[in-house]
């Protein structure tokens, strides 16, 4: 089943959180039926399985899952693993289309060709499940979210403008493969960043990886970032960085941990570097940060209703919003 999103429509951010317990911890979500929203899960440490709509379904770590509206989530046995998993739920106005949707294919070839603008520039299009290839940067965007919900302002709307960034990046996470798979496909160095991250360490660098898929480096920096908008060195960079938001982010582990597990040389080399591209130090960053919603095993996440919706013609809005989506699938 595959969603498509209108970004011309508004979307909004209802509530959400990062659930964590810890092994040994018997846990079992309990039973709740949503109304006319969706709910995003993405596991972050170890699987997760669900019974969602009478359905036993696993969501495995570094997946995305989007349960649909009016969808009934429960847990068929308790489980005693270690287990972290962000959640969120959102409204927004979207419809259903096949695989074969004609927009979605020039969409892909779009991307596949490296255009600017592609045809699903007004949409965003997610499936029930993929795997993330980007789930580290994806976290960054979940954590900034979730922070911001947590930030008294004078309007809560911000939330929805992080929120539609999100799944925009998420989409582009999803599209991306499907373009990597697409017979249409012109990128060369699609498989060469996805080795590169799954091989990242502190000594990779770009004769490494020009000798592991015997090209000249030369040729391959200058293909690389006409590609994929940035050179290796560069990347890989951003691969570290955005590594070490999550671990801030999501661990108590101190600069030093962080900045082994993220690969850099030393902490020093991590502060600097990082500061550097963010403009805050580490732990500035992991203060301003770290304001989730953090659910445990002791506490199942609860569904308040967000400030923004107390007014009754926002409301009603939102439920003409809902009834725009009961359109039958878009072929």
Known sequence: ??????????????????????????????????SVNFEAIMPIKNDLTLNINGEN????????????PNATISSSTPTND?????????MASYQLISSENQT??????????????TSLNNTVILPTSFQLDQPEKNAVLINQLLNNEKIYQYTQRGNDFYLTLLLISLSDDFLKRLARNSTNKVKKTALIAEWIRVNISNDL?????????????????RIFKQEQGLGIKEYILTIKLNY?????????????????QAFFYDAKHFMRVFKQKNSL??????????????NSSMMDPSAPLP?????????????ELVKENERGPKI
């Open 57 to 68: 379904i696993v969501i495995k770590e570094n997946h995305f899952y989007l349960a649909p």
């Open 104 to 117: 979605l294919i020039d969409g892909i070839n779009d991307l596949s060709a490296l255009k600017s603008q």
């Open 82 to 90: 270690e287990l972290s998993f962000y959640w969120f739920h959102f």
């Open 1 to 34: 089943m595959i969603y498509e999103i209108d970004l011309n429509s508004p979307i909004f951010f209802l509530w959400g959180g990062l659930f964590t317990k810890n092994e040994g911890d018997p846990w079992k979500h309990k039973r709740t039926e949503h």
């Open 307 to 319: 400030k923004q919706f107390g007014n009754d013609a926002l409301k009603k809005m939102l439920y």
């Open 244 to 260: 070490a938001k999550r671990l801030l982010t999501t661990t108590n582990l101190s600069i030093n941990e962080i900045a082994e």
């Open 281 to 294: 130090t580490p732990s500035q960053y992991r203060e301003e940060n770290s304001q989730t919603t953090l």
């Open 205 to 221: 660098n770009l004769a490494t990886i020009a000798n592991h898929f015997g090209i000249n480096p030369n040729y391959l920096s």
